[in-house]
Each structure stands twice: as structure tokens, then as C-alpha cells.
T-cell receptor, first 115, second 117 residues
């Protein structure tokens, strides 16, 4: 059973609009949570990384939030652009004591930005 | 050429054939990871190398999957007697982290899309 669930599965928005993607996780404990952007035919690229003690992290038009109590994270995209069309994947990492990185990936949200 | 590269980008194999997928990590990166990404799914961990040592292969789905990194740089993922369920994108990632710790960034290659017919 996937321990990282994302919603919605897919989303279509108009260029210039804002949107928010959700991530619920059950991985516990965890050391950090990442949001990745994956363009079609490309590997994932990191957007933000937050430790369990951080509440928010921004990267340009991307802002991630984390609520460790409810085990929820969100990625907010402001003033969307056509180039934002991609899959957005939430990834949770085990504690740093692990010597091998076994990241738990969500299934992703497929975002399409249209004119 | 600073990124992770993978070859081939696309591979079509007939069921039962053996395939070899190559990964060139970022120069100097100690840790190397292989992931399998099924269509519409997130990547799933296959195996991890620290230099030439394969420290974790718990994600390999069967003994038909074999990975190596003999000189601690380039890595090859080999799949023997391919089956249709092996069809997926195989992603390679490398990290500067000497122990593969999760706080270090993993840099992904573009992946190899394997289709088994």
C-alpha cells in the first residue's frame, strides 16, 4: 500500500491561474519531504525540500507547506505558466539514520496548463 | 555535461530477451540509485550503490534483475529473460552523499523507457 497519497490525480487550469496540489502521507517517522516536478520523458527535478520541523518553503512561484500533525503537505503554484505542465510528485524520506535512501514516492498529480 | 545520463533512452525487447541499461552519474557522486517507474506511478526503489559496493538491493523484484557498478562510476542494470511486467521507465539517480543520506539531493537522469512485447 502506497504510504504517500496525492490529489487530485490530474488537473487542468488556465494560464495565469493559481492551483494547489495535496499530499497525504503515513510514512512515520520521516526526515524530510520533497516535491518534485517531472516533465514528460524526463527525470524528476527537486522543487522544494522541508524537514519535519519546517512549515513552509518557497521556490519562486512554488510554495510548499507541511503540517506534521495531520501528515499533510501542499504545493501551491502561483500565476501558472504553460511550462508548469508536468507531473508533480510528493516524496517522503526515512530518518537520516538510514544509510540507504529509500524514498517513498507518491503517484503524482498530472497538471496541464492551457491557454 | 553535468547531469546524469542514461542510455538507451528507449528500448524495445521481445519477451525472453536480455537487456542492459546504462547510467552515467554526475562525476564525483558516490551514491547511485536505480528506480523503476510504471506508467502513471511514482518511481519505486530498486537498488543502491556506494561507490562500487551494492549496499541495498532489496527493491529488485526478482533474481532476473542484476545491477553492477564495477569501478564506482558507470552502472548497468541488467534484466534477464524480460517479461511484459518489466515494461517501465528505469530511472537512475546519483548523489554526493557518501552514505546515501536522504538530506542530500538526488539528481535523476532522463530514464530509459523499456517496452517488452
Amino acid at each position: 500500500k502506497n504510504q504517500v497519497e496525492q490529489s487530485p490525480q490530474s488537473l487542468i487550469i488556465l494560464e495565469g491561474k493559481n492551483c494547489t496540489l495535496q499530499c497525504n502521507y503515513t510514512v512515520s517517522p520521516f526526515s524530510n519531504l520533497r516535491w518534485y516536478k517531472q516533465d514528460t520523458g524526463r527525470g524528476p527535478v527537486s522543487l522544494t525540500i522541508m524537514t519535519f520541523s519546517e512549515n513552509t518553503k518557497s521556490n519562486g512561484r512554488y510554495t510548499a507547506t507541511l503540517d506534521a500533525d495531520t501528515k499533510q503537505s501542499s504545493l501551491h503554484i502561483t500565476a501558472s505558466q504553460l511550462s508548469d505542465s508536468a507531473s508533480y510528485i510528493c516524496v517522503v524520506s526515512p530518518p537520516q539514520s538510514y544509510t540507504a535512501s529509500k524514498l517513498t514516492f507518491g503517484t503524482g498529480t498530472r497538471l496541464q496548463v492551457t491557454l | 555535461g553535468a547531469g546524469v545520463s542514461q542510455s538507451p533512452r528507449y528500448k524495445v525487447a521481445k519477451r525472453g530477451q536480455d537487456v542492459a541499461l546504462r547510467c552515467d552519474p554526475i562525476s564525483g557522486h558516490v551514491s547511485l540509485f536505480w528506480y523503476q517507474q510504471a506508467l502513471g506511478q511514482g518511481p519505486e526503489f530498486l537498488t543502491y550503490f556506494q561507490n562500487e559496493a551494492q549496499l541495498d538491493k532489496s527493491g529488485l523484484p526478482s533474481d532476473r534483475f542484476f545491477a553492477e557498478r564495477p569501478e564506482g562510476s558507470v552502472s548497468t542494470l541488467k534484466i534477464q529473460r524480460t517479461q511484459q511486467e518489466d515494461s517501465a521507465v528505469y530511472l537512475c539517480a546519483s548523489s554526493f552523499s557518501p552514505l546515501g543520506q536522504t538530506q542530500y539531493e538526488q539528481y535523476f537522469g532522463p530514464g530509459t523507457r523499456l517496452t517488452v512485447t
